[in-house]
Structure formats: C-alpha cells, structure tokens
C-alpha cells in the first residue's frame, strides 16, 4: 500500500467529511423566512442551510439595514448559472397516487363499477405508485435520519456511520484512483509515445510539420540584417582572414582550387559581378573623380594640354562610358567563353601565382600578405558584409516560401529521414 503524508490523508478525510457531514446536516433549518427580507421574490423559496436559525439571525440583524442583494456583484457562476429551484414533482405526484386510490375505491365501493375490470387496474395501479412512492421515501430518509423521529434499525445509516464512511472514501482515493501502481498501470495502458509514432507514419502529417519549421527559418532569416548580426559576422570574417596561415599549404589549396571542376563556375560568377559593378553609375561616378584627381596632379607637374583636356567634361564623359562599356562588355564574354583571352589569362596567372606560394616563394607570400590586407580594408571601408547577408536573407525567403524550391524539398526530405529514424529507433 502506497502511504501518504499526514497532510494529504487529513485534506482527504476533511473534504470526505465535509461532504458527509452536508448531507447529514440537509433539511435541519429552514432559512426562507429570512431570506425573504432581503432577497427578490423569485428566489424566496424554502432553502436549507446548515447553520443554527439563530447564529444566522443575529448575524443579520446585527446590522443596521439589509442591503438588498442586486446592490452585490454577483460572481460569475452566479451570473451564469440560474439559483437552484426544489422540485415538487414528487410531492404532487405522491398526492395525486394518493387521490386517485381514494377516487378509485369510493367508486368501486359506492357504484355499479364494482366489477369493471379496467377499474380495478386503475386503482391497482394508483395503489402502487403510492407503495413505491412511501417505499423511496424510507429509503433515502433512512440514510440521513430516522424517519418520524422513531429509531428504527438500520436507520440514519449515515451519521452512525460517518467515520466509517470516511476512512474509505480515503482509502479508495489512496488505493484504488491515487496510488503510484494504480496510475503508472493506466499511462501504461495509454502509451502516448505509439499515439505520437502513429501520427508521424503519416506522410501528410509529416509535411504538416515542415511549415512551421520554415516559418522558423524565415524568422531567423529576417534577423541576418540586423546591425548585431553584421557586426559579428564582420569580426569573424575579419578574425578567420587574419589567422589564414600564408604559406606553402595555402598555395597547395590554391592551386588545387584552380584547376577543380568549381573554377569555372567561380569565374563565371566573379566576371559577371565586375560587369555590374562596371555598370553601376556609382563605378562612372568614382571614375569621374579619378580623372579630376588625375588632371590636378597633372597640372601641378607643370603639364598644361592633358590636364586641360582631362578637365572638360564632354572628354571624361566620354572616357568613362567607353570604359566601362568595354570593361562590362570584355567581362560578360568572357564569362560566357570558356576559351576567352581574359579568362585564360586570370586562370594562368592564378596559377602561377599558387605554384610559387607552393614552393615558398617570399615575393608570392609578401603578395598574398598584401592581399589579405586590401581585403581586411575592404571589409572594414564598406559595407560588403551587410549587403551579402541582405542578400543571402532575399535568397532564404524567396527559396522558403516557395514549397517547389530546392530549399523547401530538402527540409521535407530531411524531416522525413529524421523521423523514420527516430520511428526505427524506437520499434527496437
């Protein structure tokens, strides 16, 4: 047997004998007189109450005037539910039984209907909804008191009983609804882990729960742009390139990089990123001010026609749209043109450029320390990495919110495997 504190044992043979002691205590007062005073009409019935007439009438009258009660907020399971009424169905009932036996044999006494048959299955009837009536009474008014006062046996079973009744109201919660044995044997019997199992071998079910975790991935997604993340993302960028080792392991990853099926496609993507950038109006704008740079430099070194002509605008206008329209133009084919002059060009250079940082050359190693550095500058002048994370956020929403996109499949694909997984897992 499971034993329980001290406290929950008397919690329950309180409320038990709470109970008990209510019912025991049922039809002593009637507070209806009373309660008229102050109460509407439509709920001045006979009640019951279980406290002494004269504790409630003194405790009333102690005040100076009744307050009537719609003055009180009414709680809520007042204001929703209607005030308990006593039905008198049994009442009427038991007097109209009772009248119809009366009728039915001063009929068959006093008139010719002395042998009507169906006249004396009438009044056999109202004889026995009399009986049965009288019998129900005894009943339950043997369980709370005697009836009429006399002590008959096996009467107010209920009040003799009380403790009795209350010790096993205890034991049957602690033994037979509340025991430890009791409620691992029903969540046993329920075993929501093969509900959860049956509900994942549903494929449906399954794509039901990738909208939610794309949901999930789209709100990350939304805090790519955020100023904390670009700044974090700037200084691991930053970290990560400083403590790139430049050595001769850096020309071996160089060299095998370019000469990898990935090569062309980076250089087709690096090309077509310069030929925006040349188009860009902002790249003009920069030349512009080159030129102008350029042509004060020039005058300033006692040359006069070039920087005169450098000056005008129609010439830099000029200059600058032939720049870069064919540096826009050059970069676009030769991303297109495997065997284009530029591309072979860069892709021999790079190279070069990987053997010698292979071999340890210093020149190569001083070169590539320069190069680290122009793009640690880079960072840190504009804003690459807050354009790339817009960037790569535009690519997670769009990819996310389309159920067709290679992105979406693969989290379905994923989610599937996991779980026929863990289903594997748990059959064992």
Known sequence: MAMWSVTQRSAIAGAASTAVAHATSVSRVDCAPMLRTTMPTRIGRPLRCARSLSMVKRSWMSSPAPTPLESFPRPRAVRSAAPPRRSHVGTISLLAAIGGVVVTRLVLATTSLA?????????AGFEAAVVGALADWFAVTALFRHPLGIPIPHTAIIPARRAKITEGIVNMVQDEWLSPDVIGTRLARLAPSAVVADWLRDPTHVERLGA???????????VLTEEEVVRFVDRVAQRQLRELPVDASTGVWLARAVTSDGAAAAFESLALSFANLAARPRTAAELHWWLDR???????????????MLRRKVVQRAIVEAACDYASSELRSAARDAEHPLRRAVLSALRRFAERLAAGDAAAQAQAERLRSALLQSIQAGPVVGTMLGRLREQLEQDLGDRQSALSALIDRQLRTGILDLLADAGR
């Not at 042998?115 to 009044?123: E, K, Q």
Request: hydrophobic content about 50%.
């Open 115 to 123: 042998d009507a048959t169906w006249l004396r299955v009438v009044a």
């Open 212 to 222: 939610p975790l794309r949901d999930l991935l789209c709100g990350i997604a939304r």
């Open 294 to 308: 350029s042509a004060g430099a020039l005058h300033a070194s006692g040359k006069r026609f070039v920087p005169f």
